[in-house]
């Protein structure tokens, strides 16, 4: 039997065919009639069978006893956190209670509907420096996030901090960019690593780690002196015109080379091509977000796209329309939230932008659990995360993980979190549900999600959500049964669950410029370079830029003992994260943690490629092999993230986790996002003998 259906290895999208004999899928093929992939896949689509049907997946509930793992129903499962999650929220508020869940998996709108109903405002996601800072500052200063129109052909691309060809990150796929540059689209890449995209580049820009907002400085002066800027667009579309321009005075040219350590022809270039080749559009990348400037660079880059008349043009930065479905935030909920629970959400008062969109910090919800403060937090609720894996300052993570009261984990295996859990509920991959695939993302289409076998007892997050929604909050604000809510779902567009998955997708209409008729949706209906939003919430109005805190140059005491550069979490083909270890043949591609590190600085240190590394922080350390490249320049070392070892007795959380060495102090974060600096750190390296 062949199921069209959704994969959702990644963040998702890629249309598939699937085979299933007897109960099992034995094959996974690209689907060509599907617009998203047109039966492209990347090598984690094609081997998801053996993820699914992984002898490891966790099959049936379990609850921690002293004895080790009980087997459970899901009827005493239900009930325990039911009764467990009534009895916290009695005692010591629904904001008592945090939710959380990792990156995009379609499973968000349901997880904010249950917070929302549920009365807490707590939802621990990765949003703080993961796509959340593009939704909230694009929201602020243009109303919306700006899209790449691969459709409408870009003669020219940034991409900048980012690697799509590899990472397909949210609305993108890589070779939507491949198809791009085969006909001609001119290509600059802003990466400190020589990555493949970088050789293929007309121009690439090796900027140092965590400087991009100074190149963007730098670009927009020479855009401004050489009037290579969109007049008409600046008069009639930016607010904070003079304002801006009196600000990038503070920021020239011969400053940005200083700080980039590039050439003063190098960001001319970047200028030129950009702003007259056009439509141009920028491709940004998750690097831009996980540090100190994280906001302040957004800003630019949309300053950038903003002035040289791109946002909303066909082949420049759009703004997709949504298909006609319940979209991701009415499913959400989020104006049952009552008042006085949001303003209790953790670290809002801090991160005043992120508390926009409803994220939090990780930390505050760690620190609430360590030391009561501000109010303690007694449960964790966690569906599709890892964050002992893949949070900064792993330790602290791990203490709390330990010591909050009650922690329920759903996940399909068996992960260092999960080991953590009192009670343990197994849930379904994307191969054994239903649903309204890409419903979260802002590429203007929604995709059908087929379900094509049933492993074990595994309930898919939506059932587990529903439930429990039902035991724990307004039991009327649930459906009878999942086609009811997939009906629900598509009510807008007439469609029932079955035409349109007999149908496969859906599209929003395209329109572009719409600001001509209606403005930008924001306060001043115009782009706001001067943004009165930030403003209102007490920052500075106009961006700005800050030296990063942990390099060679801005810590000069504490890079005489670590003095290299250390950046995390350039993402790996067969991985998503912490994802994929699993014996089998994604992990067989990639068995071992690789540190990029240049040959230069790997004779310094006597490593040869292969070599067992330890890579020590200022918090930490742990083990990655040596690969020698220079792919890296010279004092800059790149270490993968998210490992951990499922083979071995304790998960092996500690020995390859670059987490235990990144910081999660408030004063390296962003101010407005709090985004986590992940991507500048100092580090030193040495030599092991065996790992
Ligand atoms: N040092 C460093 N750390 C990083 C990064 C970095 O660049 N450097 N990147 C960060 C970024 S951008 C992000 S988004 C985060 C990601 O962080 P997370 O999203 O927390 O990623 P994972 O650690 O892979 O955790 C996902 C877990 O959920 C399970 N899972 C997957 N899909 C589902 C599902 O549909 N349902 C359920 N119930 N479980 C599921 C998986 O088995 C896995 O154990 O990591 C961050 N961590
Ligand atoms: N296979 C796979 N795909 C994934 C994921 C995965 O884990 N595995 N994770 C998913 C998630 S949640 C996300 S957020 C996306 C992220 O995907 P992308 O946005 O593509 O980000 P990365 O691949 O982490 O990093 C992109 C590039 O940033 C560079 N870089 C590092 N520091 C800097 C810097 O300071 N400035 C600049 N300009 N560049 C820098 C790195 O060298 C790297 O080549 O990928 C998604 N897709
Ligand atoms: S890019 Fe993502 S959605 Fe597409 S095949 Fe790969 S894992 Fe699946
Ligand atoms: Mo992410």
């Not at 009980?70 to 467990?84: D, G, L, Q, V």
């Not at 960001?267 to 400037?293: C, D, M, R, Y």
């Not at 039902?470 to 029932?496: F, K, Q």
Request: aromatic letters at 10%; one cysteine or more; a neutral charge.
């Amino acid at each position: 039997m062949t199921i069209r259906s959704v994969c959702r290895g990644c963040h998702g999208g890629c249309g598939v065919l699937v085979e299933v004999k007897e109960g099992k899928v034995t094959e996974i093929k690209g689907d060509p009639s599907c617009p998203i992939n047109r039966g492209r896949l990347c090598t984690k689509g094609r081997n998801y069978h053996t993820i699914t049907h992984h002898p490891d997946r966790l099959l049936y509930p379990l609850r921690r006893t002293k004895g080790g793992w009980k087997r459970i129903s899901w009827e005493e499962a239900f009930s325990e956190i039911s009764e467990r999650l009534l009895q916290i929220k009695e005692k010591n508020g629904a904001e008592a209670v945090v939710l959380g869940y990792g990156t995009g998996r379609d499973n968000e709108a349901f997880i904010y509907r249950f917070a929302n109903l549920f009365g807490t405002p707590n939802v621990l996601t990765a949003g703080h420096m993961c796509y959340g800072p593009r939704i909230a500052t694009g929201i602020a200063i243009c109303g919306n996030l700006p899209v790449v129109d691969y459709e409408g052909r870009p003669r020219c691309v940034i991409v900048w901090g980012c690697n799509p060809v590899v990472s397909n990150p949210d609305e993108y796929k890589g070779f939507y960019l491949l198809d791009a540059l085969k006909e001609g689209t001119k290509l600059i890449v802003v990466d400190p690593r020589r990555t493949p995209l970088a050789k293929r580049a007309d121009l690439w820009l090796p900027v140092r780690p965590g400087t991009d907002g100074a190149l963007a400085w730098g670009m927009i002066n020479v855009i401004i002196d050489r009037g290579w800027y969109d007049e008409e667009f600046v008069r009639d579309h930016v607010h904070g015109w003079e304002d801006f321009c009196r600000r990038a005075k503070e920021y020239p040219l011969r400053w940005a080379t200083e700080r980039t350590g590039l050439e003063e022809s190098e960001i001319l270039k970047a200028a030129e091509l950009f702003s007259q080749t056009l439509p141009s559009a920028i491709h940004w990348g998750v690097a831009l977000e996980q540090g100190k400037n994280c906001t302040n660079t957004i800003r630019l880059l949309i300053a950038l796209m903003a002035i040289t008349g791109n946002l909303d043009r066909p082949g420049g930065n759009v703004f997709y329309s949504p298909p006609p479905v319940i979209s991701a935030s009415q499913l959400g909920l989020h104006k049952r939230l009552p008042e006085e629970q949001r303003k209790k959400r953790l670290g809002g008062d801090r991160f005043r932008l992120a508390d926009t969109i409803g994220v939090i910090n990780p930390k505050a919800v760690w620190d609430a659990i360590l030391t009561g403060k501000p109010y303690p937090v007694k449960a964790l609720f966690l569906m599709s995360t890892n964050p002992l894996i893949t949070r900064a300052n792993a330790l602290q993570v791990k203490a709390a993980l330990e010591q909050v009261d009650f922690l329920v984990v759903a996940d399909f295996f068996m992960t260092p979190t999960a080991r953590e859990a009192d009670i343990l509920l197994p849930s379904a991959t994307w191969l054994e549900v239903d649903y309204v695939a890409d419903l979260w993302k802002r590429h203007g289409w929604v995709l059908a999600r087929r379900k094509a076998v049933q492993v074990g007892e595994c309930l898919s997050d939506y059932e587990i959500l529903m439930e429990l929604g039902r035991r724990c909050t307004s039991p009327e604000d649930w459906w009878p049964t999942m086609r009811d809510a997939l009906n629900y779902i598509l009510s807008p567009s007439g469609l029932t669950w079955e035409e349109f998955s007999e149908r496969g997708y859906l599209q929003g209409p395209r329109v572009f410029r719409k600001y001509r008729t209606r403005g930008f949706s924001t306060p001043t209906r115009k782009v706001e370079l001067y943004s009165t939003v930030f403003e209102r919430l007490g920052y500075d109005p106009l961006p700005g830029y800050y030296d990063p805190p942990e390099t060679p140059w801005s810590a000069a005491e504490l890079a005489r003992r670590f003095p290299y550069i250390l950046i995390t979490g350039a993402r790996i083909p067969s991985f998503f994260h912490s994802e994929n270890r699993q014996k089998g043949p994604l992990r067989e591609r990639h068995p071992d943690p690789l540190l990029e590190i240049n040959p230069e600085t790997a004779a310094e240190k006597g490593i040869k490629e292969g070599d067992w590394v330890r890579i020590r922080s200022p918090r930490g350390s742990c083990l990655q092999r040596a690969r020698v490249t220079d792919r890296v320049p010279p004092g800059v070392i790149a270490a993968e993230h998210g490992w951990w070892f499922p083979e071995e007795e304790d998960g092996g959380w500690k020995r390859s986790n670059i987490d235990l060495l990144t910081d999660n102090s408030y004063e390296t974060c962003d101010p407005a996002m709090g985004a986590t600096n992940l991507r500048v750190l100092l580090c030193d390296v040495e030599k092991v003998d065996g790992r």
